[in-house]
């Protein structure tokens, strides 16, 4: 009966009623929120003319952030791939590795490196000194992991992040607490599995369901890194808060090679 009723409902109704509710949105954002500065607008259009301009005559800081993205006029720049932006705010003294976000879980790094932009994350790299330079390198790591790019993974590493350093689950939930390692465990990318193990990573790290490496690679099907992984010294009879083993999660999705594996390795 109360499908009915809807069905009755008129349909030009209910548009009018869906433009009054973006409208009323909108208008609470713009309640909510200040308007951005000119060097974030100058930064949000990729306008490098009106950038230099708003840099001139601005009175905010270089590092303002907008109210309603947390984000500053870098990490737009870095995120829209607008080198010349980049190069200009960071000769003017933007700080490259300051968190940003609603959490601050994100950087202008971890922007550069989600959107495969590597001449930006290079001369972003080359400013990573200080307060958060570590962090900001760590996040964009595990980013790097999931996207599968070998080259920025190497470029982090080259420049000093934990290859063992987890993402912040609290605040971030894409990455869950996960490692790089884990992330690149899960998306399959077995080169990268085997640079961050050659380069330090610590296999018997766990994300928040307890979930190592291991376990990740073995409930996905990823037959090749689980090989390696247990070639490495990863331990098949770990269990994670659900009390179960790689084994565990490749039976329940079907995994009979990694089964196999997994039988090998626990019977040894």
């Known amino acids: 009966m109360v499908v009915g009723l809807f069905l009755q409902v008129d349909i030009g109704f209910a548009f009018d009623e869906g433009e009054r509710l973006v409208d009323a949105v909108n208008a ?29 005559e601005s009175k905010v800081s270089i590092d303002d952030i907008s109210e309603e993205s947390s984000m ?3 990490t737009y720049a870095s995120r829209s791939g ?4 980049v190069i200009l705010l960071l ?13 601050r879980e994100n950087t202008s790094l971890r922007e550069a490196v989600t959107a495969g932009h590597k001449e930006i994350v290079k001369l972003l790299l080359d400013k990573q000194d200080g307060v958060g330079a570590r962090l900001s390198m760590d996040y964009a790591l595990i980013e790097a992991a999931k996207k599968g790019s070998k080259d920025m993974v190497e470029q982090l590493l080259d420049k000093g992040a934990d290859p063992s350093a987890e993402g912040n689950a609290e605040h971030d939930k894409s990455f869950t607490g996960s490692t790089a390692l884990i992330v690149a465990s899960d ?14 990573a610590n296999l018997h790290m766990t994300n928040i369901c307890g979930n190592t490496a291991l376990m990740i690679a073995s409930w996905c099907g990823h037959k ?24 565990d999660l490749a039976k329940r999705n079907g995994h009979k ?7 090998k390795a626990m019977s040894a």
């Open 187 to 200: 998306y399959g990318h077995k080169d990268i599995v085997q640079l961050l193990l050659n380069r330090g």
């Open 72 to 74: 500053t006029a870098l």
């Open 28 to 56: 609470f954002n713009a309640y909510r929120y200040k308007p951005d500065s000119k060097l974030i607008e100058a930064a949000k259009k990729g306008n490098l003319e009106e950038l230099r301009g708003a840099l001139d």
């Open 224 to 247: 090749d890194i689980v090989q390696l992984l247990l070639d490495r010294g990863a331990n098949p009879h770990s269990r994670n808060l659900q009390d179960s083993t790689a084994l």
């Open 82 to 85: 607008h080198k010349d932006m």
């Open 91 to 103: 000769n003017k003294g933007a700080s490259p590795h300051m968190l940003v976000g609603s959490w």
């Open 257 to 263: 090679e990694i089964v196999r594996l997994l039988n």
